[in-house]
């Protein structure tokens, strides 16, 4: 076995995972998962930067994180980063930081890359001959990729909750025509993908990354958030449907007040549900297969 740690840098949060991790058959023995919302992506779609205060949020989470990997002796280090870093104009500030205080290199991943990592992160657990479709709803962007045992097809899109809500969201909740153009953007990313990624031809919707977790945690309606009952949990596509309506209606408030819902995810929350829910309604599908692993979990067995 070998000691890693990934780190998944996104546009809203930063993960990391230190496992135990066999080269040959790709078993991984967890030893410390965490993330940290430190929203780097803030503003990024309208100023094309990282702003100041989102760069040292991250970079305050990067030292707890180095702590971390030092304490638990990990042998090697992955740092990917993905939507927010690939379109900012400052990102020589952001990659200087890193290699400063964890002595590595960020990799700036193009959206394909990050839909592979994904892809082999959800699905190693996972066994059967169907073909699935695996979607990851990040801050920034959304990932498409089909495949069985290996990729067949994938494509990044700039659809994420972060984006979308930065984009569109200025009333609390949400009105119908700041919904409407939520979902009109989804869908023209749906056609972009569908382009590269045949989306209506698989057995098995996968959902990964906060957004989905968030909402199948309320569709299960846990007291508190549960990683072990989330992750394989199965949502039909009339929960998400329900879950989606009742954010739509909700307060910020109101949403502060499930506990399922991290604090860093509650202006947020609306625009990932509104995603999930027209990537279901576009395939079909009729339920969404819950991963909490996914490109952290891809990063850590890359680097083994």
């Known amino acids: 076995m070998t000691r890693v740690a990934g780190i998944d840098c996104g546009t809203n949060s930063i993960r990391l995972l230190v496992a135990d991790v066999h080269p040959e058959t790709g078993d991984l023995i967890e030893l410390d998962r965490r993330m940290t919302i430190v929203r780097l992506g803030q503003g990024v779609d309208k100023t094309g930067r990282l702003a100041p205060e989102a760069l040292e949020r991250t970079f305050a989470a990067c030292r707890a994180y180095a702590e971390v990997i030092k304490e638990l002796g990990a042998e090697r280090l992955r740092f990917v980063a993905t939507s927010a870093s690939r379109d900012a104009e400052n990102r020589a500030d952001f990659v200087n930081g890193v290699v400063e205080i964890l002595g590595v290199e960020p990799e700036v991943i193009t959206g394909d890359q990050e839909a592979a990592f994904s892809f082999t992160g959800a699905t190693g657990e996972l066994h059967g001959d169907d073909r699935r479709l695996v979607v990851d709803i ?7 990729v089909v495949g069985n045992q290996h990729v067949e097809a994938a494509r990044s899109v700039d659809i994420g909750c972060v984006r979308l809500t930065e984009r569109h969201v200025r009333h609390d909740p949400p009105t119908a025509e700041e919904v409407a153009a939520i979902r009109a953007d989804v869908r023209t990313a749906l056609d972009l993908a569908a382009e590269t990624v045949p ?32 992750h394989h949990s199965r949502i039909s596509a009339a929960q998400v449907a329900e879950v989606t309506e009742r954010l739509l209606a909700s307060t910020h408030d109101e949403r502060a007040a499930i ?26 599908a009729r339920e969404v297969v819950v991963s909490e692993h996914d490109i952290l979990d891809g990063i850590a067995l890359s680097v083994a």
Do not use: C, M, N, W
């Open 138 to 144: 990040g801050g920034g962007s959304t990932e498409f």
């Open 199 to 230: 989306i209506d031809t698989a057995e098995t919707l996968v959902g990964l990354a906060g957004s989905v977790t968030t909402v199948a945690a309320i569709a299960l309606g846990l007291p508190e958030y549960d990683s072990e009952k989330v």
């Open 259 to 284: 506990p399922v819902i991290h604090p860093g995810r509650v202006d947020v929350i609306i625009a990932g549900a509104l995603v999930l829910r027209e990537i279901v309604e576009r395939v079909g």
